[in-house]
């Protein structure tokens, strides 16, 4: 799509936050994006375009938040296929349900047009 002239870019922006109270286990969720971000594809290709993991500083306006992760998508189809297909995302859920988070993650998504 054009816009006086511009191409416009449209990306989803997602952002998932976890409750994990032993900041070993915290450490170790990190990792595990570390891991995922290495190990993802589609197709035989890396499809997520951006992605960023860490723990988040102490504030009371986190609401007991302690790991926030940002990725960001070029379709709602390739974050879809993340959910229910990616095997490497499979893996961090299956890892992420050991290290004693207390409630599911907080996820918000949005799409994003750069111009």
């Not at 961090?92 to 750069?114: C, D, H, M, R, V």
Request: with cysteine; hydrophobic share 35%.
């Amino acid at each position: 799509m054009a816009i006086s002239g511009m191409l416009t870019t449209t990306t989803i922006h997602r952002t998932t936050m976890f409750k994990v109270p032993d900041p070993e286990n915290q450490k170790k969720l990190v990792e595990a994006y570390r891991v995922l971000e290495s190990e993802q594809q589609k197709n035989g290709k890396a499809y997520i375009l951006r992605l960023s993991a860490g723990i988040a500083q102490e504030d009371p306006r986190s609401k007991g938040y302690t790991v926030v992760a940002e990725t960001e998508f070029s379709s709602l189809e390739d974050m879809k296929y993340y959910d229910t297909e990616c095997a490497a995302h499979g893996a961090l859920k299956k890892k992420a349900s050991t290290l004693g988070i207390t409630e599911p993650p907080l996820i918000i998504y949005f799409e994003n047009q750069n111009h």
